[in-house]
């Protein structure tokens, strides 16, 4: 990717692609958590990863932008401990309904939008422009956590609802999260 507009349009097309996919499926279905190993189980799951991580990006751009060297990936956190924030960011929404989720997702993909769209090209693909960003750009940090992001939840929400098709050929019992 090269400019502002194919950032924007790819962010834009994989985002409506999953929230497409999620709507696919039948809503009482879309609630349902998976027995698996892994630390996504359902679908509210994978969107509130997506939610923290546009909270975090956002986070780490207004700090930078205020001249602050922001904290990443989180307090507390280094990026070698991804899995244990992970798992507290599933852990510390594992309350939220998906309806809630879906909400949630959507305004914070907007908001980051409105951040792509206040800056130029040159701003968004020069290296080392923002002194926050070190020897990156702004865009490594955007496409992580838009269109890059979107497909690697897309892939997550799809071997998601090919667990449950598997996993609920009969009448679930206690499997259910809350709407």
Known sequence: MTTKQQLLTEAEEQF?????????IPAKKRTFSIETTKRNKNFRDVLMHLYEWHAMLERWYREGMDGDTPEMPAPGFKWRQLDK???????NYDHIKLSQAIKKVTLSHHRIIQ???QHTDEQIFTKQY???TKTSNLYSYFAANTSSHYSWAMKQCTYIAA??????NVTPTNKEICP
């Open 163 to 168: 667990q449950m098709d598997e996993q609920y």
């Open 16 to 24: 409506q692609t999953l929230i497409n996919f999620i709507h696919t």
């Open 115 to 117: 951040l792509i769209e």
């Open 85 to 91: 924030l992970n798992d507290q960011i599933r852990d």
């Open 130 to 132: 923002y002194k926050w």
